[in-house]
């Protein structure tokens, strides 16, 4: 198997497809010789019926499940899902209304099953004067920066000129996350009073916090031993 080798099912209106696109990379496994279950897929939210199917079930909790345990994320794909709800082109973009309720069902559809959620693209790329990579770079910054305080920790984007934002948006986050993080966990684990008094859960996520700046690049592993007083190995217990 190639490093990295993601399969993407893209357009997904029913939890068949997804049953037969598990039973498709099943027989390819049987056929190479190949691990079961090595093969997995995303799973690509571009219409309406994945999110709510007829029945007024939620499909995508369903086709999480229907990929035996091959789904490794949920996509938004932005301008289909948009478009197949009637909204307009100016306004179809990730933190449209209806681009949130839908990753507000995949977040709940996916949560505590190990797959991920991905945020969808902005189509603004240009790029062809400071100004307007200016403002290119601002925008697609908010938008991730919007997507991380959601808690989704991936996306996709339509050109290479958003990587710049990309890693700018990303280190911002967690740069910023670093100093309260690390403060609010030292005294948790030190059952130390203060003026925020931090359940079991949150403190899994104040350390997952830190745990996702280091992996990142965006902390050092140092930062963390001075500010909480914890390694990195002592921040995956937590998190468990």
Avoid at 4 to 10: E, K, Q
Avoid at 17 to 24: D, E, S, W, Y
Avoid at 109 to 115: D, H, R, Y
Avoid at 212 to 233: H, I, K
């Amino acid at each position: 198997m190639p490093d990295g080798l993601t399969l993407t099912l893209p357009k997904v209106t029913s939890v068949d497809q997804v049953r037969a696109m598990a039973l498709a990379l099943e027989r390819i496994e049987v056929t190479l010789g190949l691990p079961a279950r090595s093969i997995g897929f995303e799973i690509q939210i571009e219409t309406a019926q994945a999110i709510l199917a007829a029945d007024g079930t939620a499909a995508v909790a369903t086709m999480v499940h229907a990929s035996g345990r091959r789904a490794t994320s949920l996509v938004y794909g932005t301008f289909d899902y948009s478009a197949g709800l009637g909204v307009a082109a100016p306004y179809q973009a990730p933190d449209h209304p209806v681009a949130d309720h839908a990753k507000a069902v995949m977040q709940v559809a996916a949560a505590q099953t190990g797959v991920t959620v991905s945020d969808g693209a902005t189509n603004v790329v240009d790029f062809t004067s400071a100004e307007a990579a200016g403002a290119t770079w601002a925008l697609h910054t908010a938008l991730v920066l919007r997507s991380l305080r959601w808690g989704i920790y991936q996306g996709w984007d339509m050109c290479p000129g958003h990587l710049v934002s990309r890693y700018v948006a990303t280190y911002l986050f967690f740069r910023e996350a670093l100093r309260p993080a690390a403060a609010r966990l030292a005294a948790y684990v030190g059952r130390v009073e203060g003026g925020v008094m931090d359940e079991p859960a949150t403190a899994r996520m104040l350390a997952s916090a830190l745990l996702r700046g280091v992996r990142c690049g965006a902390v050092d592993e140092d930062e963390v031993r001075q500010l909480a007083g914890l390694s990195v190995e002592q921040l995956v217990d937590l998190t468990r």
